[in-house]
């Protein structure tokens, strides 16, 4: 970790008027400081934002609901209205990290979590997302956390977050503070960016923006909806691949397939020519897994990811036969019933 | 430039004593405890998050002490293993730990330890975990509930029998005591 | 010097005699509260009065020297007290009981990670910048990473009997091969030392296993007197193998020390303990199996191949419980060393077994699948009646009593066809194996010292959290009669007497023996003061009794009785094979979709002579049964192709059994007596619980989904294209 200054926001104005591209905004910190200390990151100055008032709420905003940016992970699962209407954003939540790690991670600083690809921590490789310009170790390397989907020539990294591929579900919009003190807001689309040429550029974001809050649109209802995970340990490790799901089927047919994926992709990962292929079907598993085909028909694997393609068509067949009721639900699956 | 940037005063609420601390920045709070308040039984096993030895409680809950600041704690209250018991008065949950031999290296435990109380309180107040079969209500407590919530406690000596053995006789007992 | 006792002939027991009662019962462990308030201390946590910090400094190429160190991006960072390296610097930690320096390579770089130099800073935070800041130069040579392909190998073949006529004539064969990936011990407490000086003295705090070896090494390293070297480690954070000899972090400690003339404390980081600290070699195996229709072994063959850097003494005993377990007359092996540049390999617990008990096991499991006898028949029906290569009976064995009454208790008559039980998304599987772990002593001594009511045990064996400071008081408790809490025990100090140390399952017997001498002879010096014989002496809470004659201890010991106990191995470990046995029993869950394998009930049944504490054996079984499981599904050291570097570096990506892969776990301890083994008729049990864990996991996957896994571990996605081979 090297030297950086300390300031501790007192308002929103205060912190926008720290930022730049040498400060980093400091909510949980969880992989911030992670990556401080192997010097992956090298930010001058710190700017804590935890002390300014009102962005720790889960408020009603519309039909849907409006989750401030330091509303920390376990309170954001354990919120009846989420847990209720939204469940799988709960189930994202809680099949990620630790107990200790969502109760000190943000809504905010989740959305903006580096990659977990050991070349973008290992220092003495090159690595195009932390030096730019020095090549991806990664490719010819060990793969086995690295994405599928999205990937670049430059960059093969995968998006670790598990609550993101629920919020992309839902599609949440990230409500943003500009250095004017405007507000704007973006679609999980709009926000990130694919590796391309740049795969240090990560969002759409400007370095003096904040993020100040996630909206949800109203709920799906009824709806089933799912989150799968599926890691090499039975808890606290990364996705190997996820899936989230959000169905609605009636009359014998699905008329809707809201599906986002974690684990394969450069970021939390959505396919509406998927999604499209559903709609309008009868459930069968012949009909899942030709969803599955194409989700990855533009994949390009390495030796030590190949395995990622069965194993999200499997997840995705699985997920979907619960979420149609072709198969008995399993823990993960959730039913939400219409609003009253 | 930053290359020598001044220590910041911070103080802290550490197990109902305030302590009042001149630190580089880059100080986490477990080296806080550990170095700057000699508080040694919060351990250090990964400094990145990735094993729960480093677990305190701020203001009431559970936390990776290595991945956060001592100067973003200003005015927190911080419990760590020193303030839940002694070995002349250990806490329940310790001597439970004890009996039930859910230790046996030792490095892991305080954070094992810490854990476990957070958990219960977790449990009362009907937090939902990635087993719960039903979001909707209160988690029941069992083994499979209290293994998910305690995966964040790495232990290598692998004492996890042992270890939730001694959660689930502190919560049967504080179950039977408050019927 | 301590007259040591040669173990030549069968010990009498008298642990069955004496009746203070504490031997054997499951007690709480005596430091335990100190453990979980969080007052025990570890090495790095005893500062030293005007301490700095050291950061180790990582070589970043695989091979080649060092050429200059630019200092220059620690110009100008406040608090940096030097950039310290010197000839004396180690390349690795030294092998188990090498008891001399470690390879100290000067510019030499052998592999990716090696330590190169320390960085010294007022503070932690100051050094780890500098440390990262630095930068090394150097001229590389082309280095060989890969064990599959590179040139430089050696050999040491095996046999006995003619292994490839019973493979001719047997009417079922099993030819396998099976692979295990590098794994580590990863101790929960990363490496630490801290070092000061006195004139000529250096004192280190550190975590180590085996104390009167590691004064030796580190005397060796800086080439001073032992005489001149003082190591403490009365608590250890875990160590698995990894704390067995000294590492770069001590000697860099000592080394900066005695430059700076400041106490200086160096910690490892996580990622540098995966860098620096012996691995456990990935091994490639191959498995031969010749047996009759009825099962009955003609011949076993194990042929293994693991990795080392070039000039390391130590390889992993792969097939080590192959020469032991199971009968046959023709036998076969061939262990083949790849020499390689990458971090080396040591000893990581129960090395050997712990990997080599995997393809055994397996390959058992596929015999009996092939000759269609049940697993734990066709075990029953190839127990050897001796050593099978040695000739030599064994001392004590209840390997047939583990089978069979852990199948009993299991239920395993209950076990289904192979991918016939499923519930919901979940195939269910039960699978088996058998365990054995060679047990040894080696020499070790103790000092006892009662006075009054009240004694004190001092040895510098280690509690690494087998239980030590429990067994050693109970084991001076028991003989000198007195209750535990009236028993002090002092360890991790080599002012005390030397013990074997914790490693290779020995510390209990060896030092446990080493205590049970010293205190006998307090024993002898009580009869004699109560003018009777020896055996006719009875000892209980604080009271001697002979016949009618009854005195308290207070009076008999008012004047302190010290006494020393030494004891070392003999002719009953040549005359006598002796080994712990097991059997474990695995209930899982394989879902169908996703491809994750969850242990859902684990059985182990041990014998392993007399039991010291019920509860701390326990815990150390089930330790052992929670790493099988870890080798079996989890754990798995990821290389870099090109640099050979270890890049799952970390605990997130190094993955250990978390809380939610271990089910309650149960444990049974048959009761057993080895005369043989040493005075307490005890085994070693530190690493039995692992021989073997690991295949009856994989065993169980095969019953459950009919996916057999002969590569290591069993991760999910080796398990879907298992599924989509066959169809599921």
Not at chain 3, 46 to 51: S, W, Y
Not at chain 3, 663 to 681: F, G, K, T, Y
């Amino acid at each position: 970790m090297r030297p950086f200054d300390y300031h501790r926001a007192t308002d929103l104005d205060d912190a926008s008027g720290h930022l730049n591209a040498s400060t980093q905004i400091i909510a949980g910190g969880t992989n911030l400081l992670d990556l401080m200390k192997l010097q992956v990151m090298t930010p001058q100055q710190l700017v804590d934002i935890n002390r300014i008032d009102g962005l720790d709420r889960i408020e009603p905003e519309g039909e849907g609901l409006r989750i401030g940016a330091l509303v920390p992970n376990s309170d954001l699962a354990g919120d009846e209205r989420i847990r209720r209407n939204y469940p799988v954003l709960s189930r994202a939540l809680l099949a990620g990290a630790s107990g200790q790690l969502r109760n000190k991670a943000t809504t905010g600083g989740n959305l903006l979590q580096r990659t977990r690809c050991p070349y973008f921590y290992e220092t003495a490789m090159p690595c195009n997302k932390r030096d730019p310009g020095t090549g991806c170790a990664a490719r010819g390397g060990a793969t086995r956390m690295n994405a599928v989907l999205g990937v670049s020539e430059h960059c093969i990294a995968a998006h670790p977050s598990d609550m993101a591929v629920g919020m992309r579900v839902l599609g949440a919009e990230v409500e943003i503070r500009r250095a004017d003190g405007s507000h704007t807001r973006k679609t999980l689309d709009e926000l990130y960016s694919l590796p391309g040429e740049r795969p240090d550029i990560e969002t759409t974001l400007s370095p003096d923006d904040i993020i100040t809050a996630v909206i949800l649109p109203a709920p799906v209802a009824p709806s089933v909806q799912s989150y799968r995970k599926v890691r090499d340990r039975a808890s606290y490790a990364f996705a190997l691949v996820s899936v989230a799901a959000v169905v609605q089927v009636e009359g014998g047919k699905i008329t809707r397939a809201d599906l986002a994926f974690g684990g394969i992709a450069s970021r939390p990962w959505r396919d509406p020519a998927v999604e499209a292929m559903l709609v309008g079907e009868t459930p069968s598993i012949d009909l899942f897994r030709a969803a599955g085909k194409r989700l990855v028909a533009a994949a390009e694997t390495q030796p030590g990811n190949a395995f990622k393609l069965p194993m999200v068509r499997r997840t995705l067949a699985g997920v979907l036969a619960e979420a149609t009721g072709l198969s008995e639900p399993t823990t993960g699956t959730d039913n939400v019933g219409e609003i009253a | 430039m930053a290359e020598r940037n001044p220590p910041q005063s911070v103080t802290l609420n550490v197990n109902g004593t305030s302590e009042t601390l001149e630190v580089d920045t880059r100080v986490t709070l477990l080296d806080a405890l550990r170095d700057h308040l000699n508080l040694t039984g919060t351990k250090k096993g990964c400094d990145h998050g990735q094993c729960g030895a480093c677990t305190v409680m701020v203001n009431g809950r559970r936390i990776n002490s290595c991945l956060t600041l001592a100067v973003m704690h200003e005015g927190d209250e911080i419990t760590t293993i020193e303030g839940i018991g002694t070995p002349e008065a250990p806490s329940d949950m310790q001597r439970a730990f004890v009996t039930c031999d859910g230790f046996q290296c030792g490095y892991c435990t305080p954070g094992q330890v810490m854990s476990g109380t957070a958990v219960l309180e977790e449990f009362r107040q009907g937090w939902p975990s990635h087993v719960s079969k039903d979001l909707t209500g209160n988690a029941d407590f069992n083994d499979e509930e209290l293994a998910e919530r305690m995966s964040g406690n790495l232990c290598r000596c692998s004492a996890y029998p042992g270890i939730r053995q001694a959660i689930t006789s502190v919560a049967t007992k504080t179950k039977e005591a408050a019927e | 010097m301590t007259d040591m006792f040669r173990m030549d002939k069968p010990q009498p027991r008298l642990f069955d005699e004496t009746v203070q009662g504490v031997i054997g019962k499951p007690l709480d462990r005596p430091e335990g509260l100190l453990k979980v308030t969080g007052r025990a201390p570890y090495a790095a946590e005893v500062p030293e009065a005007n301490m700095v910090h050291g950061v180790l400094v990582r070589s970043t190429i695989t091979r080649g020297r060092l050429t200059g160190i630019d200092k220059s991006a620690l110009e100008g960072l406040s608090g940096i007290l030097g950039v310290i390296r010197s000839p004396e610097f180690v390349r690795n930690s030294a092998q188990g009981m090498a008891n001399e320096a470690p390879i100290q390579p000067e510019d030499h770089v052998a592999y990716f990670g090696q330590p190169m130099a320390l960085v010294v800073a007022e503070t932690f935070e100051a050094a780890r910048d500098g440390a990262h800041r630095l930068r090394l130069s150097y001229e590389t040579e082309h280095a060989e990473i890969d064990p599959t392909t590179t040139s430089e190998i050696d050999t040491k073949p095996d046999s006995f009997g003619d292994l490839d006529s019973a493979m001719a004539q047997a009417d079922v064969t099993i030819d396998q091969k099976y692979s295990t990936p590098g794994q580590v011990s990863a101790a929960m407490e990363p490496h630490a030392s801290i070092a000061w000086w006195e004139g000529d003295n250096v004192t280190l705090r550190g975590s180590y296993q085996m104390l009167r070896f590691n004064r030796n090494e580190l005397a060796d390293s800086l080439g001073i007197d032992p005489e001149n070297v003082r190591i403490l480690s009365p608590y250890v954070g875990g160590g698995f193998g990894s704390k067995l000899g000294i590492g770069s972090e001590a000697v860099a400690a000592a080394i900066a020390a005695r430059e700076l003339g400041r106490p200086v404390r160096v910690v490892m980081s996580r990622q540098h303990v995966f860098d620096m600290v012996l691995r456990r070699s990935e091994t490639h195996q191959r498995l031969r199996l010749a047996a009759k229709a009825d099962g009955t072994l003609l011949g076993i063959g194990h042929e293994d191949r693991v990795s080392n850097l070039p000039g390391e003494e130590f390889s992993e005993p792969t097939a080590m419980a192959t020469h032991f377990m199971y009968g046959g007359e023709n036998r076969l092996y061939n262990h083949e060393i790849a020499r390689i540049h990458r971090t080396p390999s040591g000893s990581v617990r129960a090395p050997g077994e712990a990997v080599g008990m995997l393809a055994l096991e397996s390959a058992m499991d596929e015999l009996a699948e092939v000759a269609g006898i049940d697993p734990v028949e066709l075990r029953l029906r190839n127990l050897p009646e001796k050593h099978p290569e040695k000739g030599v009976p064994f001392s004590s064995r209840r390997f047939e009593d583990c089978l069979r009454e852990g199948a009993k208790e299991f239920g395993w008559e209950n076990r289904t066809p192979t991918a016939s039980r499923r519930e919901g998304d979940w195939f269910i599987g039960c699978g088996m194996s058998g365990a054995g772990r060679a047990n040894m002593l080696v020499p070790s001594e103790a000092r006892v010292t009662l006075e009054g009511d009240r004694a004190i045990v001092e040895t510098d064996m280690t509690d690494i959290g087998t239980g030590s400071y429990a067994i050693l008081t109970q084991i001076a408790a028991e003989l000198l009669g007195l209750p535990m809490d009236r028993v002090e025990t002092r360890l991790g100090d080599t002012r005390f007497p030397g013990a074997s140390g914790s490693g290779g399952s020995v510390g209990a017997g060896s030092s446990g023996s080493s205590v049970f001498l010293a205190a006998k002879k307090i024993r002898a010096r009580l009869a004699e003061a109560m003018g009777c014989a020896e055996e006719d002496l009875t000892l209980q809470d604080g009271i001697a009794r002979s016949g009618n004659i009854q005195k308290p201890l207070s009076e008999l010991a008012a004047t302190a009785m010290t006494e020393e106990g030494g004891i070392k191995p003999g002719a009953m470990g040549k005359e006598f094979f002796q080994a712990g046995f097991g059997a474990h029993f695995v209930e899982i869950g394989v879902n169908a979709i996703t491809g994750e394998a969850r242990v859902r009930r684990m059985l182990g049944v041990f014998s392993a002579g007399r039991i010291l504490n019920e509860k701390t054996a326990t815990s150390q079984c089930i330790g052992g049964m929670v790493w099988g499981l870890g080798a079996a599904l989890t754990e798995e050291l990821q290389h870099d192709p090109r640099t050979g570097g270890i890049v799952s570096r970390d605990l997130a990506n190094y993955h250990v059994a978390s809380h939610a892969d271990v089910p309650m776990i149960d444990v049974r301890l048959l009761p057993e007596r080895d005369d043989q083994a040493n005075p307490m008729q005890a085994k070693g049990i530190g690493e039995l619980g692992i021989s073997g864990a690991g295949a009856a996991v994989t065993n169980a996957i095969y019953n459950a989904c009919g996916v057999r896994i002969r590569d290591f571990p069993a991760t999910p996605d080796k398990i879907i294209a298992g599924l989509e081979a066959l169809g599921r």
